[in-house]
């Protein structure tokens, strides 16, 4: 599916399911990719901080799946180490827009929770904390996809 009202109804669909706020994954879904469901973002920064010890370590060593790791996938930007951990098995990049969206609601499920419901905070966490601006532009985006 690459239609963007497709792709939007897919988001609202799958946020409801995580009891998310679906403007508000409307919102991530235009501030990470543009509803581009192949976007692709390798972040070295990510790759020396948590893969490269996993390497060191000799817990990872294929090194085509270290650097998936630390790119971000799909409609949500989803970190391919983030989608490993929770329990995502399949090939790089992304089997389809349906795993990004799923695996991303479910991670920012997780970050609400985590945040005792504040959304702004869930925002942040979400984007791993570097862009303070975040939260901030993803409500402004969210506002046009409507309740």
Not at 31 to 53: C, G, H, K, M, V
Not at 83 to 96: I, Q
Request: charged share 20%; with cysteine; hydrophobic share 40%.
């Amino acid at each position: 599916m690459t239609d963007r009202n497709g792709l939007i109804s897919l988001a609202k669909l799958t946020a409801v399911k995580y009891n998310l706020i679906p403007s508000i994954v409307c919102g991530m879904c235009e501030q990470e990719s543009s509803w581009n469901p192949d976007a692709t973002r390798y972040e070295p920064a990510f790759y020396l901080r948590y893969i490269e010890p996993m390497i060191d370590a000799g817990r990872l060593t294929d090194l085509v799946e270290a650097k998936n790791r630390a790119t971000s996938w799909g409609l949500m930007q989803v970190m391919g180490q983030v989608a490993r951990e929770m329990g995502y098995e399949g090939p790089f990049p992304l089997e389809s827009a349906e795993m990004g969206i799923r695996l991303g609601c479910e991670k920012f499920a997780r970050c609400v929770a985590q945040s005792k419901g504040d959304i702004g905070s869930a925002l942040l966490r979400y984007n791993g904390g570097g862009n303070i601006l975040y939260a901030r532009e993803v409500m402004a985006k969210s506002a046009v996809y409507g309740e």
